[in-house]
């Protein structure tokens, strides 16, 4: 099992960026699949992008051309830069991990919230108009 720990949220204004982060515990960061998953208030926690064990990469249609997912197996954490933050973006981002995964996964299968076995506890990301 991964432990995970975000932070990096925060208040900003539209227009402006900030970068999520995800730290790791445990020796399977490396061999996880990580997502980033996001909740608005009074909405269903939706998926944002994952990075497969492989290093593929993947984005919903929001968060494509402005944000960007990476990972730092070294250091077990990943992060999730956004920018030009509009005020929809404003939810309690989650990271959540797969443990001992297959190398390569599909989008599809990423961006099933069923697949991951280990959640952070989200970090707020505000954007205000």
């Known amino acids: 099992q991964v432990q995970l720990v975000e932070s990096g949220g925060g208040l900003v204004q539209a227009g402006d960026s900030l970068r999520p982060s995800c730290a790791g515990s445990?020796?399977?960061?490396?061999?996880?699949?990580i997502g980033w998953f996001r909740q608005a208030s009074g909405k269903e926690r939706e998926f944002v992008a994952a990075?497969?064990?492989?290093?593929?990469?993947y984005y919903s249609d929001s968060a494509k051309d402005r944000f960007t997912i990476s990972r730092d197996n070294g250091k077990s954490t990943a992060s999730l830069q956004m920018n030009s933050l509009k005020p929809d973006d404003t939810a309690v981002y989650y990271c959540?991990?797969?443990?001992?995964?297959?190398?390569?996964?599909?989008?599809?299968?990423?961006?099933?919230?069923?697949?991951?076995?280990?959640w952070g506890q989200g970090t707020q990301v505000t954007v205000s108009s």
């Open positions: 959540a991990a797969t443990p001992r995964a297959a190398y390569y996964a599909s989008k599809a299968y990423l961006e099933n919230q069923s697949v991951y076995s280990s």
């Open positions: 445990g020796r399977t960061f490396s061999t996880s699949h």
């Open positions: 990075i497969s064990r492989g290093g593929e990469i």
